[in-house]
């Protein structure tokens, strides 16, 4: 299975050396809402304050938009049919999927040491020490694996990358923008506040804040609640649970559509 895998991703990243474009948007997305936010919204809600604030959440929204280059990939190898050619091969499904994955978190890896480097350009610090900040990518590492595989159930599931795409950002988006990526759950109205306080994308960013020492801007209601108080470990047990149920799903959709 390692085998197979292995041979996905070499497959994988030589077509992003084929076609550089792939690498661009993996990078130049990110920037974009680094400074969209840090500067655009930045000005009117903290400034330097709030951009320390942003950047677990922009971290965090990335990893979630990745997904979406996991769902192309496999419903483009689907309507392509590169998954029929697969099957004639000696090879294990999971590798299939897998290698998907891996080659796909590659390029958010590297995405993510871009925005690094940007938040550092902008004025994000590490105010903890080297040991929690490596804890807090770790987290982030984790959820973009949670994240590769709901990508890879949807590009499965969808009948081509059109409609892929569709259902992918149909979820994304309320999942991000619902949560305390770039705002505070307590500013949020009684109805929609318990929604953003429990989403995952909510426990990442505000365990990342804790490791990293980010402090909320002065104007923002502190985070409270059972999540913020154990974000570390529901974050984690997030992205175990979207794994235990993702990985076996994307198996079952892979042998029912190759059948």
Known sequence: MLTDTAVIVERNLLTVRRVPTLLISATVQPLMFVFLFAYVFGATLGGGAYREYLMAGIFTQTVVFNAAITTAGLAGDMSDGIIDRLRSLPMTRLGVIAGRVTSDMLLGIVGLGVMVICGLAVGWRVRASMFDALVAFGLIVLFALAMAWIGAVTGLAAPNVEVAQSI????????????????????????????????????????????????????????????????????LACSVAILVVCVPLSLLLYRRSTD
């Open 168 to 235: 992918g950002f149909l979820w994304m988006f309320p999942v991000t923008f619902l949560s305390s990526a770039f705002i505070s759950a307590q500013s949020l109205p009684s109805l929609l506040r318990p929604i953003a306080e429990w989403n995952p994308v909510t426990a990442v960013a505000t365990a990342c804040r804790q490791k990293f020492g980010n402090a909320s801007p002065p104007d923002f209601p502190a985070p409270s609640g059972w999540v913020a108080q154990h974000a570390v470990g529901y974050s």
